[in-house]
C-alpha cells in the first residue's frame, strides 16, 4: 500500500541520511574507494534477493546512489523503508 505524505514524512524522521526525491526514497553513500562500494553492492544484492524489493541504483567509483520505490504500488510503500533499513546495516559494515 502507497504511504501517504504525511506518513512518509514521519517515516523519515527514523531514517537519517534518506529524503524523497521525484517521488522516490533517496540516498547517497559515500564508500572509501570503489572495491568498498562494490562490496556493498554485493552483499546488499545477497539480503535483497531475500527481501524480493529491489533498489534502483548506480555506482560512480566511491559512491552508490540508491532509490527505492515500489512499482507495484506506483510509490513509496514501507516495503522501501525496511530496504532502506536493511541498506544501511549494510553499509556499516562497509565503511
Ligand atoms: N521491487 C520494487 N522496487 N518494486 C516492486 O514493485 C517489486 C520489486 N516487485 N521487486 C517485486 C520484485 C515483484 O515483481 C515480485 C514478483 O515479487
Keep these: 500500500m502507497k504511504l501517504t505524505t504525511i506518513e512518509i514524512r514521519k517515516l523519515l524522521k527514523q531514517h537519517p541520511g ?3 526525491e521525484n517521488g522516490k526514497l533517496h540516498r547517497d553513500y559515500r564508500f572509501a574507494d570503489f572495491s568498498q562500494a562494490i562490496g556493498f553492492l554485493t552483499m546488499a544484492a545477497l539480503k535483497i534477493e531475500v527481501l524480493d524489493h529491489h533498489p534502483e541504483w548506480a555506482n560512480v567509483y566511491n559512491r552508490v546512489s540508491v532509490n527505492c520505490v ?4 506506483g510509490g513509496i510503500t514501507m516495503k522501501d523503508f525496511a530496504l532502506a533499513a536493511v541498506l ?3 553499509a556499516k559494515r562497509c565503511a
Design 18 to 20: 534518506w529524503s524523497v
Design 70 to 73: 515500489t512499482h507495484d504500488a
Design 88 to 90: 544501511d546495516q549494510v
